[in-house]
């Protein structure tokens, strides 16, 4: 039986879960369904809403409960509970508000202006309004390394992926420099006889309607396990996952021509929902109880998107429904190689398996310097054409749309962000390696389109673990061992190459 | 230029506003798109906004703000405005927590447990719960009834309808009672050989998807004015007009056998959203920029389903919509008496517009008793069956279900709120009269099917004025005088006599 100031914190904290649920649903409201008209009121209410989670979080005598729950008898879960609740509030309080308040406004801005920008390639605008961004966020990163003893940068990695640093990064993203850009050579030396066609009948394209793309995208939510007693599928312009554990909400887009991204998208998406449905239901309410980290979260994605969705087996289960919705005679064999074509390229978004690192690598090393203040916004250019150059073997000079002003992370000061992807990925590599080596038949039932031992592991292992556990812990826990790249570099090496 | 405490009050009140928008979004959510399984969490996350809406408005020093503000210089309309403000804040703290948590405690369950009840025709088990209900209201209105000088029963009409009594509804129903079941009887002698046939080819029943249903009621929404920028059209069970101003969500159900429901029903919503849509810009996220009352806005609906759709020049705009997306060869004649026939009936939301009023008289003379003491609980079922008898000449002995178990409202305590369907029904007459009067060729241009002249004398004389004036004022300024229930009464012997 937890002590009364232990008891305090968590009605306090889940007093926050239930805003932050109103938070979600109307956010995701926002995304897919608010008419545009309602957008103005819809701000002034979501930062009311902003406020009052932020006066939650800093009501007075927390410092006292905190200190007096230390003192308080708990048992291991509850200390680990106290932890992350700790964590959450010394987040949440440690920024003065005058600098939340303009970090917001500047972000809010250099976002909105940046929509436009982009579109006009007009980088100078653009570097006007983010100057002052980078200059919010190193002051934010300044402050909570004074607090935490952390290093600036670091402080931002912490916020989207606890314990994580630059030594450790630059640990991971080191060998890869090395390795990953003749990997994507041999690649697509290897694949240059591949032809891929469009997916309409005799290999024209054609027309995919939302509905029946909806219809497969359905039966493969299904298919991966997801609940739909506890969430939903809709539209909406940049697909996301969104809303609470209890009512999880995806979002797909449906282009007309080509539904093999709607289609992969969906996966995705699945992996994230599934993690976020399956979260422990005795923590429930609690920081515990949530998702471990980004990183961790990525990696479920994209261990649905990349290790299941682009599996042969899992492919051929999913080709009949899209035979049958999308009157596609496209065959497994066009299926697979679409997924799996290498191919640089100057978008983020758009990349492949193997490319896709390439992007991650850039934009931390360029981000890692700038709030360290070794390189200046006016750098940032030429530094992101030399490491396209570098990495993938294309330019982007003069072309700031397709290069460093692509993504909307930057824009409103969320650094710290772009490793979570890749750390995403080389988990998702290292669980798949570690449960096949444990129980042997999950590899022989994957060849069979069978995913469910698959997921049965995810959901002991990570999903049902919530925030118990540091990350470290966790995979070792899970894996016998901590973040290991290797398992991506062989998993890269073994699908793309057939390398063993 | 307003003084201090008048500028903190209506920050603080705008901050109340920002609130609400999340409840009402929320609560749209839940009734539209929310999977079941979602339930529990979005109840907690709805009551936590609750309590927080709650704390606003008690928040210390209010009080003592609206003192203040009393003394400042303040123009005419701010002056309404802070009347508004202080009737908000009182409606909203008269009553000591405890009770309010009980009555919603309460409340909730009757409720809850009704839904299963109704369907199993069970007064026994439904009566225990609403005991505790009445008790509870009862409780609540003598409360009020101390702090305001108002009678008990008064004191809950005016939560809906401020400035209406128990006493003026006796003077406006007593004749009814009189005219009313001798009229009902005569229309429908007088429509004895009306053949009123189902929708389809050839006078069958057809079926009729529902997006064909809803291309018709966006056609419709479209000619009501609508503003599809600030709104939207959705389905849920039980329809409903929710949102804010800034985005109105109104929705409907389809019927597959008959779309007549569905497309009357939207003409009603689309009535509650041009109000809303068309509060006044300068006064929006005040409480004098609201709506006026229940009865004015169900006025606004009424008139637009009653005054409006029932009107043959309207049917006959939508007919051919109705033809083309319905594939119906309903004709003009058979459309116009589908909405115009008279059949007495139990069920109150089924019913025409001549026999509405007896519903609601019955429901009002038994409520306004139940809370005064004067019946009890169990007494309701035979004054039911005597008043079904009296007004409609049919009987609802030991038929629960469709007689005093049928509503939603009373379950909950909203004692109250049924009179304002009928004060709706007769504003509206009374509005219709009284700009036919002020510019005849309104009721021309209307034989055309052009209602825009219409409309723009609402938005001029009722939406656009809010809560500014008092209803009996904004009622006296558009139409020369106060409530007069006579041109009610007039327009259904014109209507449905040809009785001028």
Known sequence: MAGPFYQKLTEQFQRIYHLQHLQSIVSWDQATTMPSGGNQARSNALSELAVTIHQTYNQNGLTEWFERAEDESLDMSEHQSLREMRRRWQLATMLPTELVKAKSLAGSQCEYAWRDQRHHNDWTGFAKNFKEVVTLSREEAKIRSSITGML???????????????????????????????????????????????????????????????????KI??????????????????????????????TTRYESEDFSRSLMGIIHETGHARYEQ???????????????????????????????????????????????HLESDLNITQFHRHYLQVKPGYIRVDADEVTYPAHIMLRYQIERDLISGVIEVDDIPELWDELMKKYLHISTKDNYRDGCMQDIHWTDGSFGYFPSYTLGAMYAAQFYAAMTQQFPTIAAELEQGNIQPITEWLRTHIWQQGCLHTTDKLVSAATGEILNPEYFHQHLRQRYLNDN
């Open 278 to 324: 399956n979260l422990p239901q005795q923590w429930r309410g609690l920081p515990v109880g949530e998702a471990r980290s980004m990183g961790i979260h990525e990696s479920q994605s994209l261990f649905f998107e990349m290790q299941l969705g682009r599996h042969q087996a899992v492919l051929q289960t999913i080709l009949p429904w899209v035979q049958q």
């Open 221 to 250: 939510m299904d298919y991966f396990g997801f609940d739909f007693n506890h969430g939903r599928l809709d539209v909406s312009t940049h697909p996301f996952c969104g809303g609470v554990p209890e009512d999880v909400r995806i």
């Open 152 to 218: 600036p940068y670091d402080t931002l990695i912490d916020f989207y992926e606890p314990e994580m640093t630059q030594q450790r990064l630059d640990q991971v993203f080191g060998p890869m420099q090395q390795w990953l850009p003749e990997l994507i050579q041999t690649v697509q030396a290897k694949q240059q006889d591949w032809q891929i066609l469009p997916y309409g009948h005799n290999g024209h394209y054609g027309h995919y309607g939302d509905d029946a793309q909806k219809a497969v995208g359905l």
